[in-house]
């Protein structure tokens, strides 16, 4: 499941590595997730002294943002 947005101030916020947008929840207090959105608010919220995620992040490849540097300069 991919984050779309972050709640400021909420659990994932509150976390020693923050989550960003675009970032994969791969599982929730070590259960997998199936990708269903609904899954992982319930693991979330059911989560009341720890919290721990596995994420995967996927970072954008130097030469995209050559690219889009590029064609920012000819508008």
Same mark, same amino acid.
Do not use: P
């Given at each position: 499941?991919?984050?779309?947005?972050?709640?400021?101030?909420?659990? +994932?916020? /509150?976390?020693?590595?923050?989550?960003?947008?675009?970032?994969?929840?791969?599982?929730?207090?070590?259960?997998? /997730?199936?990708?269903?959105?609904?899954? +992982?608010?319930? /693991?979330?919220?059911?989560?009341?002294?720890?919290?721990?995620?596995?994420?995967?992040?996927?970072?954008?490849?130097?030469?995209?943002?050559?690219?889009?540097?590029?064609?920012?300069?000819?508008?």
């Amino acid at each position: 499941m991919f984050t779309t947005s972050i709640e400021e101030g909420g659990k +994932a916020d /509150l976390l020693t590595s923050k989550l960003q947008v675009g970032d994969e929840v791969v599982n929730i207090n070590d259960v997998e /997730l199936s990708g269903y959105r609904q899954e +992982a608010i319930t /693991l979330v919220k059911g989560s009341y002294k720890t919290l721990k995620l596995l994420i995967r992040r996927y970072e954008m490849q130097s030469s995209h943002l050559e690219i889009l540097s590029e064609s920012n300069k000819d508008s």
